[in-house]
């Protein structure tokens, strides 16, 4: 599985931005997709995932700002962040993650996100 993702950058307090990670290849294994985040000098921590059946789960810092979704195409699945409401806390570099159905783990390059004040 390969991922692909984008939509990072500088933002205001307040403001949004939708982060995107397209997979390819085995995209048939796949079973949760999700987005984790570390901020400097801190560990990497899920934002949110999103199962093949639906099944969604969000970080508490993030419920009710960002929304995780998913689309299914022939060759490709992307996930999609919806960051609203951003705030200087949310600043870290986002990476998008596959599981498959095997256990497998795959990360996508990380996205930068800064939220000034």
């Known amino acids: 599985v390969q991922l692909q993702a984008s939509g990072g950058g500088l933002v205001q307090a307040g403001e949004s931005l939708r982060l995107s990670c397209a997979a390819s290849g085995s995209i048939f294994s796949i079973n949760v997709m999700g987005w984790y985040r570390q901020a400097p000098g801190k560990e990497r921590e899920l934002v949110a995932s999103?199962?093949?059946?639906?099944?969604?789960?969000?970080a508490e810092s993030v419920l009710g700002r960002f929304t995780i979704s998913r689309d299914n195409a022939k060759n490709t699945v992307t996930v999609y962040l919806q960051m609203n409401s951003l705030k200087p806390e949310d600043t870290a570099v986002y990476f998008c993650?596959?599981?498959?159905?095997?256990?497998?783990?795959?990360w996508g390059q990380g996205t930068e996100v800064t939220v000034s004040s």
């Open positions: 993650n596959v599981r498959t159905v095997l256990h497998d783990v795959y």
């Open positions: 999103i199962t093949s059946g639906g099944s969604i789960n969000y």
